[in-house]
């Protein structure tokens, strides 16, 4: 039997969260969906606007972010392929930030009311879903530590960190080398630091012998080390749930 390729990635998502029966399966193969291509800087999400669609990122990179009143941006998390990145909206009617696009990429849109019926009235795919904000919200707590409570060195090095983790376990990705697709001023956003502060500190943790660059490519030459560097435990991603 033939199914949707798209449809199927969500599906296989949500498996890794709860044990789905066929009949869940067979609902979430049904659910109609728009596939859309996003440019670079593009916004999936916009801060203040309805939220009729709840949105699963197929290929492609971007970053959820706060704007103050004066302009001054926090990126507060990245997300990375094979993810919902705004169930949040299954249940609010306005968003609260925005989401925008690091990299091109394209996304399934699925309508949230159709979705949340069947969280609601499937209790696997209602676990599977809590189970993945759960996540999210557990991911976000990290990064507050990380750029209340950590030096420069290990706010740079945490992040480097998650990513290698993340991309590997979601997309396979060798977890000690992988593309890093952000400018210096990106990364500063995510950890609290100017864009010279990080530029000193790659440099700085590529001269310890920790990592090595190349244009956005980073390669981690070790992994222990890095990882004690930086304070970093995976636990927060629960990667067994």
């Known amino acids: 039997?033939?199914?949707?390729?798209?449809?199927?990635?969500?599906?296989?998502?949500?498996?890794?969260?709860?044990?789905?029966?066929?009949?869940?399966?067979?609902?979430?193969?049904?659910?109609?969906?728009?596939?859309?291509?996003?440019?670079?800087?593009?916004?999936?999400?916009?801060?203040?606007?309805?939220?009729?669609?709840?949105?699963?990122?197929?290929?492609?990179?971007?970053?959820?972010?706060?704007?103050?009143?004066?302009?001054?941006?926090?990126?507060?998390?990245i997300e990375i392929p094979g993810h919902f990145i705004d169930l949040q909206h299954l249940f609010l009617s306005e968003s609260d930030h925005n989401v925008q696009a690091l990299t091109r990429g394209s996304v399934a849109e699925i309508d949230s009311a159709a979705l949340r019926k069947l969280a609601l009235t499937r209790p696997a795919i209602g676990t599977a879903l809590w189970t993945e904000a759960l996540i999210s919200a557990s991911i976000s707590r990290e990064w507050i530590v990380n750029v209340g409570r950590r030096d420069a060195h290990s706010r740079v090095g945490h992040l480097l960190c998650e990513l290698a983790v993340r991309l590997h376990i979601t997309t396979g990705a060798n977890e000690r080398h992988y593309d890093l697709p952000m400018t210096q001023e990106q990364l500063g956003d995510a950890v609290g630091l100017t864009p010279v502060h990080v530029n000193r500190v790659l440099r700085a943790l590529t001269?310890?012998?920790?990592?090595?660059?190349?244009?956005?490519?980073?390669?981690?030459?070790?992994?222990d080390a890095l990882r004690d560097a930086s304070d970093f435990n995976p636990r927060y991603l629960h990667l067994s749930s």
């Open 1 to 77: 039997m033939h199914f949707d390729p798209v449809l199927e990635t969500i599906v296989t998502r949500l498996e890794s969260r709860a044990t789905l029966t066929d009949d869940d399966r067979s609902a979430m193969r049904a659910l109609a969906y728009t596939r859309r291509e996003v440019e670079t800087s593009s916004y999936l999400v916009r801060e203040g606007a309805p939220t009729p669609r709840c949105t699963f990122l197929l290929s492609g990179f971007c970053y959820r972010q706060k704007l103050t009143t004066e302009g001054a941006r926090q990126i507060v998390s």
């Open 207 to 223: 001269q310890r012998g920790l990592i090595s660059r190349d244009r956005r490519q980073i390669k981690i030459l070790n992994w």
